[in-house]
């Protein structure tokens, strides 16, 4: 059984930053990319970022790009996210894909999700 926990998510003033982890386990972690989504209310669930199996590989939505860097901890079966200089437009709920693919431009998510942690910048 595959699982996926998001934590450190929280309430930041804009400017702030915060870092998310996601642990995973119940698949074999250095051998799959990974990736951050996100959704805010009333939106679509949009793609945040991608980091590849080794970790050699990432890439970042526009939206968040030179802000949010993405990295992984394969001996902890975990995938990070850094979210500095965090805007109030960042607000939404962060999830962790395990498994999905990156190819063109676009990352295709997996079925394999966490719960989500909340995101909120205050302006």
């Known amino acids: 059984q595959v699982q996926l926990v998001e934590s450190g998510g929280g309430l930041v003033q804009a400017g702030g930053s915060l870092r998310l982890s996601c642990a995973v386990s119940?698949?074999?972690?250095?051998?799959?990319?990974m990736g951050w989504f996100r959704q805010a209310p009333g939106k679509e669930r949009e793609f945040v970022a991608y980091?590849?199996?080794?970790?050699?590989?990432?890439r970042v939505a526009d939206s968040v790009k030179g802000r949010f860097t993405i990295s992984r901890d394969n001996a902890k079966n975990t995938v990070f996210l850094q979210m500095n200089s965090l805007k109030p437009e960042d607000t939404a709920v962060y999830y962790c894909n395990a498994g999905g693919a990156y190819s063109g431009s676009a990352y295709s998510a997996s079925r394999h999700w966490g719960q989500g942690t909340q995101v909120t910048v205050s302006s």
């Open positions: 119940g698949l074999r972690f250095s051998s799959y990319g």
């Open positions: 980091i590849n199996s080794n970790g050699g590989i990432t």
